[in-house]
């Protein structure tokens, strides 16, 4: 078994952390949920009185309205919800794909027509 010394371990960390800044997806994917943060408590795709999670109801849009698999798993929080970054990495894709600007702020982000 060996050792990896101080000085390896902080060249590999510092070569991740390049990576992470130099993906713009991921930069815009996290200023996205900062700023779902400031304006939601709770997932703006949670209906509280249900339980469910709109997000998983459009993808499973073919499905009978209430099919257990639309139960959201979280209780309305979205921090680090796979199925909300999967929502924002998917509205990145479309917005690269159409060579439109990307919205600074998430409220303008669910004004815009994906």
Do not use: H
């Not at 060996?2 to 510092?14: D, F, H, M, P």
């Not at 996290?30 to 779902?36: D, H, L, P, Q, Y």
């Not at 917005?95 to 990307?102: D, T």
């Not at 409220?107 to 027509?113: F, G, K, N, V």
Request: hydrophobic fraction near 30%; glycine fraction near 4%.
């Amino acid at each position: 078994m060996s050792k990896i010394s101080e000085e390896e371990y902080r060249k590999a960390l510092l070569k991740i952390e390049e990576k992470e800044r130099k993906d713009p997806k991921k930069k815009w994917v996290s200023r996205m949920m900062r700023s779902a943060k400031q304006y939601y408590k709770l997932c703006p795709y949670y209906d509280k009185k249900t339980g469910e999670c709109f997000q998983k109801k459009s993808k499973e849009k073919y499905m009978n309205l209430g099919t257990p698999g639309t139960r959201c798993d979280r209780e309305g929080r979205f921090d680090n919800c796979p199925v909300f970054i999967a929502y924002i990495e998917d509205a990145y894709d479309e917005i690269a794909k159409r060579g439109l600007q990307l919205p600074m702020d998430f409220q303008d982000l669910s004004l815009m027509a994906i």
